[in-house]
């Protein structure tokens, strides 16, 4: 048996069936990224959990972050997208605030008569928004792909366009209340199907503990299925003979995220269990990731980003893909402006203004590139929880929205130099 030292910093053993293992520092250089946003993700609650006096990780704290940042977690899925294949969609804000105020009038604002009445359904009101949506995006990126408009440009555009039709459908006044079902999509919670779990009685001067039985046993589900898809991703490697992360580091890292993740579904379990909109998320996340890791319209979008001419040089249609992610992006929009709509149980001619800084804030710091062809779905989904925690960290601390603006703003620039500056040493 022979031991050989490659110039990363693996150390491979050349022993019959056997795949190379990297070394400890190997591993941590190689996934610097991925390791260096969950450890800031971490840091950065508990520093604002000492400065706001444990409010932070209140239950119903926690709760009110999750709620305030689903439809920036949403728009990011699609962001994440536009900037793996190098482009830049800056009328998120604006049509997602467009699109509750069409919600908004399906449902409330307009009258039909009897026979559209059909129409202020929220089911069937909601599947139009998406549908708009959609058209909205794929009507953008017709412009950017086949017209080869620069997407700055076309979306820009379109965030002053549809901000005009906000205030136009809505001629300036908030419209609510929505109806109750379509509440439900923010500000609902799903029901505990096995009743709830008492771990603490009731006693004089002891406040009962009781747990919302059904997020308790999704919580657990969710960890034994990240655990074995763990598993069996380092276990395909190895038969691969591709390059694995030495065992230690492998349990150290599952067990953190294991553990945070056991953490927030007690946390939610002891006061209302999981919101909708979280459920929605998840699936949104879960389905983003197979698309982005196991799917070749995945592996497409980021073959368009890193290389556009050798993308279209090994037949990808690039024009065909561009035109895709901006439709996704476009309905995903949507999705998060119902969300914000209903969350504030009115439409307003100001939502969604400024939302799209947020939003490509959160991809950027969860590592995207700023030239494309790089980036992740769970790297986007810490970005926006990153944004989220110093929001609302910053506001309880009573910090002016001025200097909030200001730490965002250096914040985001440092991530964005963090990945440069990776870049050269690679290079």
């Given at each position: 048996?022979?031991?050989?030292?490659?110039?990363?910093?693996?150390?491979?053993?050349?022993?019959?069936?056997?795949?190379?293992?990297?070394?400890?520092?190997?591993?941590?250089?190689?996934?610097?990224?991925?390791?260096?946003?969950?450890?800031?993700?971490?840091?950065?609650?508990?520093?604002?959990?000492?400065?706001?006096?444990?409010?932070?990780?209140?239950?119903?704290?926690?709760?009110?972050?999750?709620?305030?940042?689903?439809?920036?977690?949403?728009?990011?899925?699609?962001?994440?997208?536009?900037?793996?294949?190098?482009?830049?969609?800056?009328?998120?804000?604006?049509?997602?605030?467009?699109?509750?105020?069409?919600?908004?009038?399906?449902?409330?604002?307009?009258?039909?008569?009897?026979?559209?009445?059909?129409?202020?359904?929220?089911?069937?009101?909601?599947?139009?928004?998406?549908?708009?949506?959609?058209?909205?995006?794929?009507?953008?990126?017709?412009?950017?792909?086949?017209?080869?408009?620069?997407?700055?440009i076309v979306t820009l555009a379109g965030m002053l366009i549809f901000k005009g039709l906000s205030l136009a459908i809505l001629a300036?006044?908030?419209?609510?209340?929505?109806?109750?079902?379509?509440?439900?999509?923010?500000?609902?919670?799903?029901?505990?199907?096995?009743?709830?779990?008492?771990?603490?009685?009731?006693?004089?001067?002891?406040?009962?503990?009781?747990?919302?039985?059904?997020?308790?046993?999704?919580?657990?589900?969710?960890?034994?299925?990240?655990?074995?898809?763990?598993?069996?991703?380092?276990?395909?490697?190895?038969?691969?003979?591709?390059?694995?992360?030495?065992?230690?580091?492998?349990?150290?890292?599952?067990?953190?995220?294991?553990?945070?993740?056991?953490?927030?579904?007690?946390?939610?379990?002891?006061?209302?269990?999981?919101?909708?909109?979280?459920?929605?998320?998840?699936?949104?996340?879960?389905?983003?990731?197979?698309?982005?890791?196991?799917?070749?319209?995945?592996?497409?979008?980021?073959?368009?980003?890193?290389?556009?001419?050798?993308?279209?040089?090994?037949?990808?249609?690039?024009?065909?893909?561009?035109?895709?992610?901006?439709?996704?992006?476009?309905?995903?929009?949507?999705?998060?402006?119902?969300?914000?709509?209903?969350?504030?149980?009115?439409?307003?001619?100001?939502?969604?203004?400024?939302?799209?800084?947020?939003?490509?804030?959160?991809?950027?710091?969860?590592?995207?590139?700023?030239?494309?062809?790089?980036?992740?779905?769970?790297?986007?989904?810490?970005?926006?929880?990153?944004?989220?925690?110093?929001?609302?960290?910053?506001?309880?601390?009573?910090?002016?929205?001025?200097?909030?603006?200001?730490?965002?703003?250096?914040?985001?620039?440092?991530?964005?130099?963090?990945?440069?500056?990776?870049?050269?040493?690679?290079?």
């Amino acid at each position: 048996m022979t031991t050989e030292t490659a110039p990363s910093g693996v150390t491979s053993t050349t022993e019959q069936g056997k795949a190379p293992q990297m070394s400890v520092w190997g591993a941590l250089k190689a996934n610097m990224r991925d390791y260096g946003l969950l450890a800031a993700l971490i840091l950065i609650m508990l520093f604002f959990q000492y400065f706001t006096g444990g409010v932070l990780f209140k239950p119903l704290n926690l709760t009110n972050i999750i709620l305030q940042n689903s439809y920036i977690i949403v728009m990011a899925l699609g962001m994440l997208l536009i900037i793996v294949a190098g482009h830049i969609d800056l009328s998120v804000g604006s049509v997602s605030g467009f699109i509750g105020a069409l919600a908004a009038m399906l449902m409330v604002g307009w009258k039909f008569p009897p026979e559209l009445a059909f129409l202020a359904n929220p089911f069937v009101a909601g599947a139009i928004c998406i549908l708009v949506g959609a058209m909205i995006g794929a009507a953008q990126g017709y412009l950017i792909a086949y017209h080869q408009i620069p997407s700055f440009i076309v979306t820009l555009a379109g965030m002053l366009i549809f901000k005009g039709l906000s205030l136009a459908i809505l001629a300036g006044k908030s419209v609510g209340p929505f109806p109750a079902e379509f509440q439900l999509l923010s500000a609902g919670f799903i029901p505990d199907f096995f009743g709830p779990t008492t771990l603490v009685a009731a006693a004089e001067g002891v406040q009962p503990l009781v747990l919302h039985t059904t997020t308790v046993v999704i919580g657990v589900v969710t960890v034994l299925a990240m655990l074995v898809l763990a598993l069996r991703s380092r276990s395909r490697r190895k038969a691969r003979g591709y390059e694995s992360e030495p065992l230690g580091l492998f349990v150290a890292k599952n067990v953190v995220i294991a553990a945070l993740v056991l953490f927030f579904t007690y946390m939610l379990a002891s006061y209302r269990g999981l919101p909708n909109v979280l459920v929605v998320m998840a699936v949104l996340i879960a389905l983003f990731v197979f698309v982005t890791k196991r799917m070749t319209f995945g592996r497409r979008i980021y073959a368009l980003g890193g290389n556009l001419k050798a993308a279209a040089l090994s037949g990808i249609k690039t024009e065909r893909m561009t035109f895709y992610v901006f439709a996704i992006m476009g309905a995903l929009a949507a999705l998060a402006g119902m969300i914000y709509a209903a969350r504030l149980n009115s439409a307003t001619p100001k939502a969604g203004q400024g939302l799209e800084l947020d939003v490509i804030a959160a991809v950027f710091i969860g590592g995207a590139s700023a030239l494309g062809g790089v980036g992740a779905v769970a790297g986007a989904v810490i970005g926006a929880f990153i944004m989220g925690v110093m929001n609302n960290g910053m506001s309880i601390m009573g910090i002016n929205i001025d200097l909030q603006q200001m730490i965002k703003g250096v914040v985001l620039l440092a991530a964005v130099f963090f990945d440069l500056y990776n870049k050269k040493r690679a290079g």
